[in-house]
């Protein structure tokens, strides 16, 4: 089958409109590509708060803050609306108020049987521990009979509050923000 044209002039039109719109494509790979940064931010602050964010809540929250075994801080509307870091140092030192009491400590007590009982803390002093179980009813135990061990999932967050400082907190926030 022969082609009406000019020949070599029509072939070498379509190669050259073959290569323009490859490397079209090829750029806009590049441009979206992993490789090419993100976001790329002037404020020292926010790098200082990366590295920061990195080494003290990345293993939890993601290395991009949008959650692993802890919370997406990303899409969090807590975070969205704390400025100066109040609301969520409140809430790291007090529990989640939407939490029944704001209740953070888990309390399992091992009886002499071996049979172990977990659930909220709900009292603890030098000779008995109480907790509510998983059906709600209300247990105590005498500390001399029972073997105790205590879990809260805050405690880290509670010891970093107490190593940071307020530039920290302020470059830990600026960071979260250059995420949205």
Same mark, same amino acid.
């Given at each position: 089958?022969?082609?009406? *044209? /000019? *020949? ?7 190669? %050259? ?11 806009? &790979?590049?441009? /979206? ?7 790329? !931010?002037?404020?020292?602050?926010? =790098? ?9 809540? &990345? ?7 949008? &959650?692993? %075994?802890? #919370? ?12 100066? *870091? ?10 989640? #108020?939407?939490?029944?009491? *704001? ?9 002499? !049987? &071996? ?17 509510? @179980? #998983? ?7 005498? %500390? ?14 509670? =010891?970093?509050? @107490? ?7 302020? /470059? ?9």
């Amino acid at each position: 089958m022969k082609m009406r *044209g /000019n *020949g070599p002039a029509w072939q070498t039109h379509v190669a %050259r409109s073959a290569i323009f719109c490859a490397a079209i494509i090829f750029l806009l &790979g590049l441009w /979206n590509s992993t490789a090419w940064p993100q976001s790329v !931010s002037q404020d020292p602050a926010v =790098e200082r708060g990366h590295k920061q964010f990195e080494q003290a809540c &990345g293993f939890c929250h993601g290395p991009e803050a949008t &959650g692993a %075994r802890g #919370p997406d801080l990303v899409r969090s509307t807590l975070v969205a609306h704390d400025v100066k *870091g109040d609301k969520l140092g409140e809430i790291i030192r007090l529990g989640r #108020p939407d939490k029944p009491g *704001g209740k953070h400590t888990i309390v399992v007590v091992t009886l002499p !049987s &071996g049979k172990q009982v977990k659930g909220p803390l709900a009292h603890a002093d030098d000779f008995v521990i109480a907790l509510h @179980d #998983p059906s709600g009813w209300y247990q105590s135990f005498s %500390r001399d009979r029972v073997k105790v061990e205590l879990q809260d999932p805050l405690t880290a967050h509670r =010891e970093l509050l @107490d190593k940071l400082t307020q530039a920290d907190v302020h /470059n830990l926030f600026a960071y979260l923000e250059s995420l949205k």
